[in-house]
Structure formats: C-alpha cells, structure tokens
RNA sequence: GAGGAAGUGGCGGAAUUGGCAGACGCGCAUGACUUAGGAUCAUGUCUCUUUGAGGUGAGGGUUCGAGUCCCUCCUUCCUCACCA
C-alpha cells in the first residue's frame, strides 16, 4: 500500500523551502522579457477572508505560468494600512493604532503564505510605514507646487458619524460608501486634488484591455456634456446669473429660471415681500440630507423669490424660483428652465403654474404640439420655432455642434457675445483631506494667511504615537498641541490624506519599497512598467482605479517618470506611452457568495390541486415542530425550481407551488413578502458574520491543504463571476489531486505498452496543454482544471488497461506535474521531487505544446439535416469537400429524409477546424 | 428614470465566439467489494409517446445552420441617479 496524499505534512515544508532558497524573488534582468503583475493589497482587518483567497490565488496561478513560460515575473503583495478601521479598534479597544494594525500584518502575513503564493515577500511595502508615507507626502508637495493640489471651498459630504468628510466617489445613494450612515452637505475649505484636469485624458482608453463594464463606469461617473453656457441678468441690479445647458437650441423657450438653494445670488435677488416664504425654505432645504431629498416625494417644491431676470437671446423678463431639484454641484447651480422640452421643467411648470412655450416642432406628428394641451415634455427632434432669427434651423437627436440646430445657436451666442460653447463635466476635484489620524500626514503648515509647505529635508511629518484617542470622534492630532503647534506663530495641518492617495501609487513602491532618495528606483521603473496584469475587484471601478489613473497621468506631468524613461532609452525600449496609465490589463473578479440556505422550515396553506398543494400562504419558520391543528404541508424546503417548492415533510416529498398572489412571511424580512423575496432568501446570500455563513480560509487549508482549496476556488465558479459557495463541490478538485498522487506514487507500470495508446495518451496530453494555455490566457481558470481532470481520467484509464509502458509513463509524468505546478504548487513539488527530479518544479519551462501532435486521424464527420445533427460517420481527419459530400449524401440518415432518388437542395460542407469535427449540412 | 451585465440539467458551470448543447465536477441511481459505508471501484444520469423526435427565460426575425446575431417582452444582478 503506497503513501496517500496528506497535504499537510508537505505544504509547510515546501513554503519553508522555497523562502529558504529565495524560489520566488524577482530581480531586473534586462535580457529576459518582464511581466507585471499585480493583485489588490488587501487591508490588514485582521483575517483573510476566502475572498482575498478567490482573488489572488488564480492570480498567482497565472503569474507562475507566464514564469514558466520564460518571463521574468513580478508578483508583490503588500499592505493598505491606514483607515478607519484602527482608529476606531483603539477607541473601542484602547489598543493604538500601530499595534492593532501591526498585529492585523503579522496574522496576515502567514495567512498569505499558507497560499503557497508566489509573493516576492521582499519588495513588500506597507502604506502607514514613515517610509512608505514619506514619498505620499513627498507626491502631495510636488502636486501642490503644480497646481494639482490646492487648498478650497466648497460643498462637500460630511459625515458626522465618522466625523470626516468624504470624497464624492466614497458617498453612494447619500450615505457613506463604509458605514451607510447618511452624509451632509457642508460649506467647508478642504485640500483637493485638480482631477477634473483630467477629465478628457481619463476618458480616452485607448490601448487599454479594461473590462468594458469598468470603461462605461468610468465614462458615466466623469459624465462629459457638451452643450453652451450664457449669462442672463436680473432685471433689478443687473447681477450677472451663469446658466449651462445641453440645449442652446431651446434658449427661447425659458420661461423662468432656477437657482439652487445654496446659490450665492438667492438671498441679494430675494423681494422683500418673499423674503420669509424663500427663507423658510432654504432653511427646510438646508435640513435635509441627500437621503432625504430623495426620499421626499417627487414633486417639484420650490419657491418664487420676486426677482426677475432678462433673457439675453429675446429680451424676455422671467420670473426667478429657487428649487432644490437644482443642484448646485452641477454645472453652474443655476437653470433657465424650459418646461415644453425638459420633464422636470414641464412638472415644475405645471405644479406651479407657470408658463409653457414650445419652440422646438416635432415635424411627424399628426398633432402640432401646442403649449397648453402638453402632457409631458417633449425632447425629441424637430425645428426650432417662436425663436426669432433661429427659426426654422433643424434639430436632430444628436448631442453639442453635431445638432445642426445647437451648432447655429452657439455660433450666434459667440458671435453676439451672450454666451459661449462649454463642456460641461459630473466629475468634481478629489477632495483629499481627512479630520481622521490614522492617515499620512499632510505636510502642510499655516502662517497667519499663510500656507507653508514642510521643506523636503522635514519629510516625513511623523504621525505622533503618544496621542490620546478620545470618543468625541474627532482626530486625536486636534488635540495633539506638540503636532500642530510648529511655533508660536505657525500651526501644523492636522488633516490627513485619503487613504486612497496611499493605494494610487503603491504599484511603484514596490519596485523598490525601501528606496530612501526617490518614491521608487529609476532603474527598477524603467524595467516592471507599467503593471502588465492587475486583478481585483470591480467595487474599485470609480475610486481606486479611476484615482490612480490620475494619479500615474500627474506624475507623468511633473516629470517624475523622467529619470526612469532615460533609463528605458538607455536600454534600447522605447519609453513612450509607458508612463500614460497604470495597469495595461485589468481583470475583474466576481465575489464568493455564502452558501446557499437550505433546511429552513416553512408552513404552506391552501388548496390541493392532486398531490401538489397550490399555497396561498408560506410562512419561513425557524422550529421544525408541526403547530397543533395545522392542516398543510409542513417541513424542510429540500429544493426550489421557480415557484415550486420541494418540502420534506416526514421523509416524503411534497410539492408546493408558490402562487403569485400568495402571503408570504419570513421573519427576517418585516413587510409584505413577495416571492421574489423568498426565492432570495432561500437562495444565496452575501457573506457575512452577521449571517453566519463566513467561510474561514484557515479552517479549509488544515482540513483540505492549500493545493485543494485553491483548486477549488479554480475550478467551481466562473471567475469573472464568482457564485455562491458549496463546500460539497470541494470532493472534485480533491478527488482529482488524490489521483494524481496516487498515479505519481504508484510508479512506472511494468506493462510493455501499446504504440497505438500511447500515441493517443500522447496527443490527448497535447490537446491538453493547448486547452490549458488558452484557459489561462483568458482567465478561464475551471475549464484549465477540467482539461487537466480530464487528461488524468484517460491517463488512468490507459493505465489500468495495461496499455502504457514506462517510458511513456515517465515522459507523460514530467509534463504533467508541471502542467500542475501553477495550480497545485505544493504537490506538483513534492511529486516532482519523489519522482526525482531537480528541485524546483517551479524553475521548469512550461511544456511546449505541438499542434502536429495534437492532431487527430481520424474524426467524427457529422451528417446534418437541415441544421441538425443526424448522424457520425468516422472518417480521415483531412478529408476533403467532395469526398465529405459524397460519404454525407450515401449515410442513413441522408437516406432517410431524402424522397428516393431526389437530390438535395443544397449540402454545405464544414470544414473541421482546428479542434472540431468537419459537418455536411444537407438542405432537403 | 439612465446605463451596463446576465438568464443553459437537481446544483457549480462548459460550449474553441455562428457549426454534434450540457465538457469537467458535485449530487443522484444501479451494481461490485464490504460486518458497515458519508471509503473505493464500475456503469448510468436533459426530456419524451425512444427504428425516432424535441430541448438553452417567452415570442418573433436573419441564416444552410442560432445558447451565441437582430427586434419585442419577462426576470435577476450591478452602477449612476432631479446631471439642466
């Protein structure tokens, strides 16, 4: 009896060799070719989750393979080490910030090498180390000397719960991205980074393999408009009032205006008579949250301020509102409002009575579109009318100068001087200041009016560790007088920087993460950049990954990439283009969903309709007793297929049919059920401790090893997609491994072998190869196991069969394990080694894949009949058209949907390319 | 309201991008070995009225041929959301 597969007396030891003699360090050789790649630095929250684990171990597994494929690979791992999280640890848990985080690093550190990843643990960088902080804060003056970063004022999100404020892209639905806790708008002077600088530069992808999903939301959250700006005047002062619009063409059908209710105008326009109405307004305005705004009811509320304003394009005296379905954020705060061709107009309009005035005509309706009998507004194409010399210009469905109607307005407009064309962007400044202390510093100084950058020889601005952490929510650097207090005139900035800043440029701390003169090698930059492949999550799409796409651009602006494109010129590689974007390719993967629910107990009433019960009420119950006097059917939901449900009632299944309008109760979910809901609440539910059904990567490792855990994540979900857990699906990946041991273990067979098995063991074993290179290629890490699994099956089969002599098996064991070594890394070693070969299977080339062997002789030639498969008939792999037609024409199933003697309309012949089987369509 | 992605067995998922739908795995069934089986091995496993026929959320269309392309619905998920 050989030795089974125990891999946890294998895994540890080789993790300890490989780190022994130093497998997986990547150095600069400029003879082989460099591959980046990169997976997101997790945050130390003081475990890894299976998530990290489903992101970064098909990663490594792709890294290994382009390293075995010759590359000289770069795969580091590292830390986004400042945030909320610890501050809030050392005020919960009066542990500081350091400590908690430190502590959070070491657990980590050996959880992430219980992967039996290829991590180059020595370029490790951590982003709330001086050393590391250093250089975000070094980038921050340079930004600041540009322009990039500047000190303003503006509206922006305020959390009072975490007692900071936030940068648009961390406030989703009005609530903080983290907490959910709902934000303010406040009035506040902040540091921003200029990224609307940017707008344009960031929404050309160009060269970019990005998933197109990232693309779009990218492209929506910058949200590029092109339309044209004029300046009405109010009619008493004659203050000038900024108006953007997309829709030049309709300048003539405002009939009024609307101001934002933070608008600096509204309380210098306001009549004296209005002066309370508009007031109490913008103080019930001023209350509400985001979340409140759009929870309010949808109707149009706003106030009239007794200001009128002229039209510059008619002359027109209209009446000046206030509304807050006006945003100030946007554009200039400002609207001419146009109720005959804009909907939140046309309902402002009618629910205060204001008037209408058409001036575009559609031209294909039966019904000329009048001002009075309209029911909604109408953007659609048409000519512009009531508009003076503009009368008549066409206008299409086309957006900005391609509008041949808005082209001749904004012509006029510049001609006349009462406007101008104007792009307009949603993108706003990245707001980078935090009121947090587990951030890095700002190394900023104020002076009476004075703002003092901290001289480079200063740098870091040290976080101090002897501070206090009270529960007021406000950072301990406030309170922290030897900080701020520079001297008796100067005060420190006591703001830190997004931790996002950190994570935009941590790719090139990497390179070279102890590097004290530069943020990063010149020499190791020109050689990795840019990052070749970066996986992670798509949560990032409008923040991390939007951010350092900025973030490489400015720098490239500054010229911090110019020492490092020297270096690149000196090494005969064209540096041009190479420091534009950060990441060449992304992929995105999808999220471990919890497991799916079963054993809920559920109690259906209602009408029999033969043994299946047509439930008019289904209630979840978490007791499995049957209540006293209850008639219908009760137990254990054992399965679901639409609205049918499989109860185990007793050990009998009974089917319950759901109906559409049934009551439907679960406990955990208050307010009417729908179906919809119960289904979810069966099916698959995200992770989470509140939930219960966290799976714990350590656990699996001890139960099943590594190996078998990162098969797993491999081979049971798309990747891109993720999907709900099933531990039960863990016996594949296991089983196959415990195969291929056993296979390796049970050695060469004494079997003479078979020419013509092992020919074909031969070609299967290329086929094999090519399905797994491709697999890889494209991030289709399961279909690569499967071929693999595949492979073992008929390697196995042959075995048995006694067809396989020991040379074959020998050849076919030194490419197998090696096809395993990305996937399995520990076994693929410890076979390897007991096979005995050189240490390591991880320096091996990657078996070459022969497309001459891999071809089949003989193939299956499939006779179809009007599309559809009938029939197979083996024939000669390169057999031709005419000889197909003839052999397809003579076969049974041609015979059979043939009328005697009749020939058939058409027979299309298909060639078997590469991998498929050559087809002969017959059209009867 | 706007934009995007997706819908395939009991389940996770394949289908080389328009060419034999359901690879591979889980589960299940039958059998073998066994005191035992939640071990192992073998065989089977889309459906049906089974010499054949039908089948990828529903309905249309394009094509010799559609899971794949086009149109109209339905459902789910994600993102943004009074964006002027």
Known sequence: MTESYQPQAI????????????????????????????????????????????????????????????????????????????????????????????????????????????????????????????????????????????????????????????????????????????????????????????????????????????????????????????????????????????????????????????????????????????????????????????????????????????????????????????MITYGTGAIMAVPAHDQRDFEFARAHDLPIRVVIQPEDMEEPLRDATMSEAYDGPGVMVNSDAMNGSRSTWQKGRKNPAINRVIDWLEATGKGRESVNYRLRDWLISRQRYWGGPIPMMYEGDQIVPVPDEDLPVELPEDVDFMPTGRSPLTYHEPFFKVSETARRETDTLDTFMCSSWYQLRYLSPHCDTAPFDAEEAAYWLPVDVYTGGAEHAVMHLLYTR??????????????????????????????????????????????????????????????????????????????????????????????????????????????????????????????????????????????????????????????????????????????????????????????????????????????????????????TIDVINRGLEDFSFNTAIAEQMKFKNALRAALRAGRIGAETWRAVMHRLIRLLAPFAPHIAEEIWARLGWEYSVHRQPWPQYDAEKAREDVVDLVVMINGKPRQTIPVAADIQRERAQELALASAAAQRFLQAGQPPKRAIFIPGRKGMDPKVNIVV
């Open 550 to 767: 900025f973030f490489t651009k400015a720098l490239r602006d500054i010229g911090v990439y110019d020492e490092a494109a020297e270096a690149m010129r000196r090494h005969g590689r064209d540096p041009e283009g190479a420091f534009d974007e950060p990441m060449t390719v992304l992929r995105n993967q999808g999220q471990v969903l919890g497991a799916e629910r079963q054993g809920d107990f559920v109690l259906c009433s209602g009408r029999m309709a033969g043994s299946r019960l047509m439930a008019e009420r289904v209630e979840v119950v978490d007791w499995n007793q049957v209540p006293a006097g209850f008639e219908g059917v009760f137990g254990e939901i054992a399965h679901r297929t639409e609205d049918v449900l499989h109860v185990n009632m007793a050990g009998l299944t009974q089917f319950v049919e759901v109906q559409p309008d049934a009551e439907i109760i679960i406990p955990d979910i208050p307010g009417a059920n729908n179906v919809n809901q119960l289904r979810h609440h069966l099916d698959i539910q995200r992770m989470s401790k509140s939930k219960g059904n966290v799976v714990n990567p350590d656990e699996l490792v001890a139960k099943y090893g590594a190996d078998v855990v990162r098969c797993y994540l491999m081979f049971n979900f798309d990747w891109q997609k993720g999907g709900p857990w099933n531990e039960n699906n863990i016996k594949g990946p296991l089983g196959w491994l415990n195969d291929v041991w056993d296979i390796a273990m049970a050695g060469p067979p004494g079997s003479a072998g078979d020419a013509a098995a092992e020919r074909d063991l031969e070609r299967k074993l290329h086929q």
């Open 11 to 326: 895994e540890s030891k080789w993790q300890r060799e490989w780190e022994a003699t130093e497998l997986y360090r990547s150095r600069v050789d400029w003879d082989k070719p460099k591959h980046y790649a990169l997976t997101m630095l997790p945050y130390p929250s003081g475990d890894l989750h299976i998530g990290h684990w489903f992101a970064m171990t098909p990663s490594d597994a792709r890294a290994r393979w382009m390293r075995m494929r010759g590359y000289n690979v770069l795969f580091p791992m590292g830390f986004d080490a400042f945030g909320l999280p610890a501050e809030q640890a050392a005020i919960s848990r009066n542990i500081h910030p350091w400590k908690w985080t430190y502590a959070n690093i070491e657990r980590m550190r050996a959880q992430l090498r219980s992967m039996g990843a290829m991590f180059d643990w020595e370029r490790e960088a951590i982003s709330c180390t001086p050393e590391y902080y250093k250089w975000s804060e070094w980038f921050f003056k340079r930004f600041f000397e540009h322009g990039i970063a500047y000190r303003g004022s503006a509206l922006v999100n305020w959390s009072e719960t975490l007692q900071t404020v936030l940068a648009n892209e961390q406030v989703i639905d009005g609530k903080d991205e983290r907490t959910g806790q709902p934000v303010q708008q406040k009035m506040m002077e902040q540091w921003f980074f200029r990224i609307t600088q940017y707008a344009d530069e960031l929404l050309d992808f160009e060269g970019m393999d990005w998933p197109p999903s990232i693309k779009i939301m990218q492209t929506n959250w910058i949200g590029r408009s092109e339309g044209a700006r004029a300046t009405f005047h109010t009619e008493i002062g004659g203050h000038p009032i900024e108006i953007y619009t997309t829709r030049p063409d309709t300048l003539w059908g405002a009939t009024f205006m609307v101001l934002a209710p933070e608008h600096e105008l509204v309380k210098k326009i306001t009549t004296a008579e209005r002066r309370e109405s508009v007031y109490s307004y913008l103080e019930q305005a001023g209350k509400q949250t985001e979340v409140e705004r759009m929870l309010e009811d949808r109707e149009k509320t706003g106030v009239f301020t007794g200001a009128y304003a002229i039209n510059p394009v008619n002359d027109e005296r209209i009446p000046i509102w206030i509304a807050d379905y006006v």
